[in-house]
C-alpha cells in the first residue's frame, strides 16, 4: 500500500505561481513513477505531469514550458512549481503515483483555483 498526502493548493491571480507536494508513505520502493493529474468542474481528469524513478520527466502540453514537476526520493516527496497559472488552470490536483507493477494510487487532492 502507497499512501499519497497533497498540500499548496489555494486561490491566486492569473500570472501568479504556486508549489504543490505530494508526500509519500508506506510502500514507497514499489514507487516507479509519481506525478500529478487535475479535474476541472465537468471534465475529466487529464495528465499533467510525471516523472519517472531516474527523473525524467513527462509534460501534457498544456503545461510544458509553465510548470515543472520534481522528485525528492529520500524524502518521498514529489513537487509542481506552476508559473504563470491561468483561469483554465483551475482544477483538483490530485497526485498520482504508480508501481512497477502498474498499480496507481491517488492522493484525496488538493485545489487551485485561478482568478482573472
Known amino acids: 500500500q502507497v499512501q499519497l498526502v497533497e498540500s499548496g493548493g489555494g486561490l491566486v491571480q492569473a500570472g501568479e505561481s504556486l508549489r504543490l507536494s505530494c508526500v509519500a508513505s508506506?510502500?514507497?520502493?514499489?514507487?516507479?513513477?509519481i506525478g500529478w493529474y487535475r479535474q476541472a468542474p465537468g471534465k475529466q481528469r487529464e495528465l499533467v505531469a510525471t516523472?519517472?524513478?531516474?527523473?525524467?520527466?513527462n509534460y501534457a502540453d498544456s503545461v510544458n514550458g509553465r510548470f515543472t514537476i520534481s522528485r525528492d526520493n529520500l524524502k518521498n516527496t514529489v513537487y509542481l512549481q506552476m508559473n504563470s497559472l491561468s483561469v483554465a488552470d483551475t482544477a483538483v490536483y490530485y497526485c498520482?503515483?504508480?508501481?512497477?507493477?502498474?498499480?496507481?494510487?491517488w492522493g484525496q487532492g488538493t485545489q487551485v483555483t485561478v482568478s482573472f
Open positions: 498520482n503515483a504508480k508501481t512497477f507493477r502498474f498499480f496507481p494510487y
Open positions: 516523472i519517472s524513478r531516474d527523473d525524467k520527466p
Open positions: 508506506g510502500n514507497t520502493f514499489a514507487i516507479n513513477t
